[in-house]
C-alpha cells in the first residue's frame, strides 16, 4: 500500500495568465477541470461496460481493481485525444489564427527588409 501523501490545496505563485481577458483564462481552466472530470467518468463506465460483459461480478472494489490491458489503453487514449480535440477546437483555432498573423508579418517584415536593403 502506498504511503499517504498531502497535497498543497493551491498552487504557489500566481496563476499564470495566457490570454488578455483574466475571465478568458478562468473559464478555460473550469472546463478543463470539467473535461478531466468527463474523461475520469469515461474511462470508470469503459471499465463498468467491461467487466460486465466479461461476466464478472460489478463491484466498487472489482472497478477500482480493473487494469486497462494495453490495447484498452490505446483505444482510451485515441478517445481522449479526439475529445480534447472537440473541447479544445476554439482554443486550437485561435492558435493557428495567431501563428498564421505571425508568419505574414515575418514574411512581411523580411519582404521589407529586401527592398530596404535594395535585394
Known sequence: MADDVTLQKKARGERPQYF????VDKNLSITLALAGEVAVLRDRIDSIERLFESGKP???AAIDA???????RAE???WRERYLDTV???VHQEREELEKRATETQ???AAIELVEKGE
Do not use: K, M
Not at 488578455?20 to 475571465?23: C, G, P, Q, R, S
Not at 480493473?66 to 484498452?72: E, H, K, Q, R, Y
Open 20 to 23: 488578455e481577458d483574466a475571465a
Open 58 to 60: 460489478l463491484s466498487r
Open 66 to 72: 480493473f487494469v486497462p490491458d494495453a490495447a484498452i
Open 76 to 78: 482510451r487514449d485515441a
Open 88 to 90: 479544445l477546437r476554439v
Open 107 to 109: 514574411s512581411y517584415s
